[in-house]
């Protein structure tokens, strides 16, 4: 029999050492306060039909599930009008309707709207917005945004849901974000959960939750930050990447950097010319230990799978 | 030494849910949302209260998060990963969201009050159970949170190393490598509190 002043065992922890802790009933209750607090989330009673009516539904339902998985995929979405007058083409939104493969959702300053992504998620078009649906295949889902702001919230495979702006694609990596633009292509991306890879003519930029990364004409996407970084690194950061640079904006970002600013010292080891680079590489290692899996040498050489796997470790600081 | 009865440990697959509740839950129903959020609460917040360093608050936010996560995107759920392996993937977005987002949390003034699931068990076996639960648990705490982690995974829900590449976004050989080092400094921190409780 187990006694109270047994020791901790030794190393591994095995199934049964360390307790299953029961959750609090109120979690449930703050799940259906906020679950009837959407509107597309509310309750569906599934007893309100008599039986007959159930095996009458059941019918119907064997024979629409079947036309469903007949038919071709359709190459519209639905668009729900939130505020306001949108439109679809020359077609003013006055409740909920559809967005075909080649046309304009527009927002005037005082509506607003909201599509649904096939089965992956929802964007909700801003104000002052002009959104095109581009693809909306098994494959790819795509959306131009030629100016204005929408807020994405995705959750499928990776690169499954793109944004092109005039400066930029946005990538999903299973996330929700918000993405400006205005027509030139200056604007900025912001994560609030998951990744979004913002490429443009060969460049890339991984941002995470809580970070954002300023987009401009001609340049395509900055280096991404913090929200909470330092307001001089965030300054410093953009005459870096649209202001001609300079060793003065190089020392107050490497000045500045905290531990989670590694991820805007990983994306300028590649972006800077060699001398630049050791300097910034060895303010990383200042700031976060370098890993064993990480040679100083291939670092500086820009070696892909250990940039890769360095983003990895330093990726649970960000 | 002999451990613990690994019956009172609820398991998840003695609780998979079939896809007739997931097909209901696409639909809205809100009973079989409650039959699925019963099926894997505990693991979920329990996930969440040892990642949080027993922040009940922090926990029982980041399981309401992943619960209305998980029934605000079922509908695109496809049915070619398992279940638990998407579950499992938006609990460790959340944790680690919510930590990234209140790094106050990553550390708790108050020790972890267990409430166990299980039999009822003796004084001396219950108090036995608590007190070297306490002590992984303090154990557990000081790992850096991408080794703890994958040790939760691992030890909540047994799941494969491809499993939990899966929900932490990596490699499998990273995973593997993980749970050695978490293991590793597991070891040490446990020969400490082993040598203090002399």
Known sequence: MKMADEKPPSGRIEPGQLPLVKAPDAIWKSIVAALDATPELRRVDRFSFPVWQWAAASLVVIG?????????????????????LPSIGSQTLASDGAIKVGEWLQTDASSRARITIGNIGVVDVEPNSRVRLVAASATEHRLTLARGEISATVTAPPRLFLVDTPASTAVDLGCAYKIQTDES???????????????????????????????RSRTGPG???????????????????????????????????????????????????????????????????????????????????????????????? | MEGPSKDTVVSLSDREISPEIIDSCRRGDREAFRALYEAYKDKVYSIALYFFHGDTGAASD????????????????RGDSEFSTWLHRMAVNTCMDGSRKNKSRERSEEPLELVRIGEPASHDEDLARRQVASRIQAALSSLPPKLR????????????????????????????????????????KLAKLRGMGR
């Open chain 1, 64 to 84: 629409g599930v079947s036309w469903f998985a007949s038919r071709p995929a359709k190459a519209t979405w639905e668009v729900a009008r939130l505020e306001g």
């Open chain 1, 185 to 215: 292509g200056d604007g900025l991306l912001r994560v609030t959960s998951g990744w979004v890879s913002l490429e443009w003519k060969g460049r890339e930029s991984l941002v995470p939750a809580g970070a954002n990364c300023r987009t």
């Open chain 1, 223 to 318: 280096t991404p930050y913090f929200a909470d970084a330092p307001e001089a690194l965030q300054q410093a950061l953009a005459t870096f990447d649209f202001g001609g640079g300079g060793p003065d904006a190089m020392n107050t970002i490497l000045a500045e950097a905290r531990v989670r600013d590694t991820l805007t010292l990983w994306h300028l080891l590649s972006r800077v010319e060699s001398a630049e680079r050791i300097r910034v590489f060895d303010r990383m290692v200042e700031l976060v230990p370098q890993p064993d899996s990480v040679s100083r040498d291939k670092a500086l050489q820009l070696n892909p799978a250990t940039l890769k796997s360095w983003r990895e470790e330093l990726a649970w600081k960000w």
């Open chain 2, 62 to 77: 980041a399981t309401q998060q992943t619960f209305l996560k998980l029934m605000t995107n079922i509908k695109s759920f």
């Open chain 2, 149 to 188: 982690m994958p040790i939760l995974l691992r030890y909540f829900e047994d799941l494969s190393y491809i499993e939990m590449a899966k929900a932490l976004h990596c490699s499998a050989g990273t995973v593997a490598s993980r749970l050695n080092t978490g293991h590793k400094l597991l070891a040490e």
